[in-house]
């Protein structure tokens, strides 16, 4: 069924260091896989996103590494910093051409440590 | 120039109320959404829209109803309010349904007492 399994629920690291999360996904049709960086009391913002043609991103500190044969895909902050402390949401579409929805992982809590 | 807004942004109310949620967005896309997050922070689709047209209805007690008079707006009304559905509300659009990124309001915090 549809579904984007996101590990871990939490994540601690410390300033600096590099944090990674982790999801998988259902539906083999899936074409886009983007990131949403959710602040307390804020809206869901997309940080960064992947689309299958390819098998990374890189946007400055953050990359997204896409394995197809797997369906799997993952966030990676290197160098990371107190104000990347938020919640990350991966996501990933099921169904395709109209009716095609975006099927959210459960959520990462990553803390900074300063 | 905020691209998704909805209004309010916390909404108080007595179990049997009917409320409503409003949405406005000026980026021109033909998609809106409604999303409801619980308080363990997941992130569920309620409602898709496409250019005034429904497009996905989830499991969604039959209580919740959406409108969208134009494609620039979508509004959620809510019958026989509960204490389960507080939660916040978000809206998103995009351009297109699923496959680009989605665009979100604020939020409505609704509490049900």
């Known amino acids: 069924g549809e579904n984007v399994e996101q590990h871990p629920s939490t994540l601690s690291v410390q300033e600096g260091d590099s944090a990674v999360i982790k999801c998988t996904y259902s539906d083999s049709a899936s074409n886009y896989f983007p990131w949403y960086k959710q602040e307390l009391g804020k809206r869901p913002q997309l940080i960064i996103d992947i689309r299958s043609n390819v098998g990374e991103k890189k946007d400055q500190r953050i990359a997204v590494t896409l394995n197809k044969t797997a369906k799997h895909f993952s966030l990676h902050i290197t160098e990371t910093q107190p104000e990347d402390s938020a919640v990350y949401f991966c996501a990933a579409p099921w169904g395709s051409g109209n009716t095609g929805k975006l099927i959210f992982g459960q959520g990462t809590t990553l803390q900074v440590k300063p | ?113």
């Not at chain 2, 021109?28 to 409604?34: A, S």
């Not at chain 2, 619980?38 to 898709?48: N, Q, R, Y």
């Not at chain 2, 039959?62 to 019958?79: E, G, Q, T, V």
Request: with cysteine; aromatic share 12%; hydrophobic share 35%.
């Open chain 2, 1 to 113: 120039d905020t691209a998704v807004s909805q209004t309010p942004k916390y909404l108080v109310t007595q179990m049997g109320n009917d409320k409503s949620i409003k949405c406005e967005q000026n980026l021109g896309h033909d998609t809106m959404y409604w999303y409801k997050q619980d308080s363990k922070k997941f992130l569920k689709i309620m409602f898709s829209y496409n250019n005034k047209e429904l497009i996905i209805n989830e499991t969604v007690p039959n209580r919740f109803s959406p409108k969208s008079p134009d494609k620039a707006h979508l509004n959620l009304h809510i019958n026989s309010l509960e204490l389960g559905d507080s939660a916040v509300y978000f809206c998103a659009s995009s351009f297109t349904q699923g496959v680009t990124e989605a665009f979100f309001g604020q939020g409505t915090r609704l509490t049900v007492v």
